[in-house]
């Protein structure tokens, strides 16, 4: 709806703050014209589900050095409305 070419997965540390922890790992898939909320759901949940299960052996063996956010750079979605939820 917003034209935006990508989205992706986070894993990160959590926080009192809204999406305020520090970055353990990230990972970026491309949003094809032909996607939608479902395909979407689908394509970002195996994505995070491979990016979990490369992320946990280097978290545990202390391997990863999170990365503090920069909140200067934070942006939030807004909440869709009934009509544009088809």
Same mark, same amino acid.
Request: proline fraction near 2%; charge should be negative.
């Given at each position: 709806?917003?034209?935006?070419?990508?989205?992706?997965?986070?894993?990160?540390? &959590?926080?009192?703050?809204? %999406?305020?922890?520090d970055?353990?790992? !990230?990972?970026?898939?491309?949003? =094809?014209? +032909?996607?939608?909320?479902?395909?979407l759901?689908?394509?970002?949940?195996?994505?995070?589900?491979?990016?979990? &299960?490369?992320?946990?052996? %280097?978290?545990?063996?202390?391997?990863? !050095?999170?990365?503090?956010?920069? =909140?200067? +750079?934070?942006?939030?979605?807004?909440?869709?409305?009934?009509?544009?939820?088809?």
């Open positions: 709806m917003q034209g935006k070419k990508e989205t992706g997965i986070t894993i990160m540390y &959590m926080a009192e703050a809204l %999406d305020a922890g970055i353990i790992s !990230t990972a970026k898939l491309e949003i =094809d014209d +032909e996607d939608h909320v479902g395909s759901h689908d394509k970002l949940s195996a994505l995070g589900s491979e990016l979990l &299960m490369d992320t946990l052996p %280097d978290l545990f063996n202390n391997r990863i !050095t999170p990365q503090k956010q920069n =909140d200067e +750079e934070a942006t939030y979605a807004y909440n869709i409305k009934r009509e544009q939820e088809k």
